[in-house]
């Protein structure tokens, strides 16, 4: 006979014992509770504040959305799609890397009109200006 032969017997025979062992029946007593003190928290009130955001999409004749402008707050930045070239798939190789969005930072109102001398000789209380005399 082989040797591995002779292992074979004395390796189920540990294998069970091990088995039969492992498998012991859990004891009858129920498991010991611990009694947990009762706090008296206030109530918690948490309450969302409605989303400030503004979307305003752009679009082209065909409903292809061109740009979308978002207000969230006092940020205010442009998304525009990028467009792939030729007969690439966006995540494709020749597709180029995603566009990524234009923050706002400042806007000047250039066509604002401007405030009154008078108001502005008012709010400084500063005599107005003398006119120059007339040669």
């Not at 498991?31 to 109530?43: A, G, I, Q, S, Y």
């Not at 190789?93 to 009154?116: C, H, I, V």
Request: aromatic share 4%; no cysteine.
């Amino acid at each position: 006979m082989t040797r591995t032969s002779l292992l074979w017997p004395a390796l189920l025979l540990t294998l069970s014992a091990h088995t039969a062992l492992a498998q012991s029946t859990p004891s009858q007593a129920p498991p010991k509770m611990e009694k947990l003190e009762e706090v008296t928290d206030d109530p918690v009130t948490i309450s969302a504040k409605p989303a400030q955001n503004k979307i305003t999409e752009r679009r082209d004749n065909s409903g292809n959305v061109v740009e979308a402008t978002v207000k969230s707050g006092p940020s205010t930045y442009t998304l525009r799609p990028n467009h792939p070239v030729g007969t690439s798939v966006p995540g494709d190789a020749m597709s180029g890397a995603p566009r990524g969005a234009q923050w706002t930072l400042f806007e000047f109102d250039l066509g604002k009109k401007k405030k009154a001398p008078e108001d502005d000789a008012a709010s400084d209380n500063n005599p107005p200006p003398q006119p120059a005399p007339a040669k």
